[in-house]
């Protein structure tokens, strides 16, 4: 599993006064940056590879600003050229948030999709769903 | 069917050079503003009402800053307390993204969900996916 | 003077009620799509040009979710490679926050700065602060 | 000096390369989140007191994605109902972005301004820019 801890920002709260929803995919994708940099090693300079084709958020619990979140990002399948997470925001020990997210990995320059090297399955593997 | 046209921003791209897809559900969120304003009619003031349960996402094309965007909204399904939205986002007439989300209709200051009023069923029913 | 017509979101509201004062920067950003536009054509694709040097923002009074707000755009100095824009948000007739930016028309591929062409230098020209 | 690590986001980025401008004063109020939790001290639920006035962001050097940042905020005056910072970010050891805001301490209910507290004034004045 991958873990981040994220601090909620004044700015991402609303005015019903908690986290706004679209607040979440963001912080699900910041807990991806690991993955990221497995497709993209230099994620600042690198061409970037991971394409993603859908997500899908449950909301369990209101998140808060003033307390830090964690994100936790699951490996759940891995197909030949694309990658499911699952990945939940824990705050105050509270699951608040779940949801999955399927990436192809593309070189955007090529415009065709790729298969996911083997160095990269077996890190992955290391973080598959089975291993919570 | 509600419609928003939206102007892409600078700020709402990625280094990947594209529109990022955090930005989608923050696109489909505005498209919902004549539906909140229903539950919530001065929406700069009034109790907030609609609290969101779920939502997904389908990235269809890449988005791109520079071209307006259209947002459109319809209802899928209504509930006892609960509303489904069906949502499309179009680029130059192509589908680029859709989705859906549930939301409920809650009294944050009682904490209870309401039973969806009558007005508002009428108005809604008018914008059902059949409707397309 | 450049008018762009924003409709606020429930997500830029924060949990003290009005719109989030960070908020305020990108609305102004979004108000200068037509001079990025002189320098960058084809915004989706073409290689960037401006880059901001510093910007300074007055809040005059606040901001509600809600009504639409008008950005406005003036040119305030060119000078042989840099651009001074002064720029005021609008809602319901009330100024409720100003500010300026300068930006440098620097090629970011060769790393240096260039000074700004003369067509683009008579376009701004229109729009200088006098002409208010 | 008030210190905070934060880890860009691919979000934050924009189709230029680096961390969008606008994103900016966003992580500087997040640094300010210590300064708030004097005024709101549950600032989950506790009534909004700090309202910012203005703010001005210069930038010194482009900022990247993957490589966290520090950013560090200083009480540059304390007046009888305000309050204006100094703060700086920093990546790698360089200094990226530097800036100023001006806060009230303004009681939203009753919609007038306050005194800043004594102890209130006691704590910010430990972190006095003289004191870098």
Chains 1, 2, 3, 4 share one sequence.
Not at 54 to 64: D, E, P, S, T
């Amino acid at each position: 599993m991958f873990e981040k801890v994220i601090e909620p920002r004044m700015s991402e709260t609303d005015r019903a006064g908690h986290i706004n929803n679209t607040v979440i995919p963001v912080w699900f994708e910041s807990g991806r940056d690991e993955i990221f940099k497995l497709f993209t090693p230099d994620l600042g300079a690198d061409a970037w590879k991971m394409v993603i084709i859908n997500f899908h958020v449950h909301f369990v619990h209101q998140l808060f600003y003033g307390k830090p979140v964690i994100v936790k990002t699951w490996i759940k399948e891995i197909g030949n050229t694309s990658l499911k997470v699952y990945e939940e925001i824990h705050q105050e020990s509270t699951l608040c948030a779940k949801g999955e997210a399927v990436y192809v990995n593309f070189d955007l320059n090529e415009q065709k999709t790729e298969r996911i090297p083997d160095d990269i399955r077996k890190i992955l593997s290391l973080h598959m769903v089975g291993n919570k």
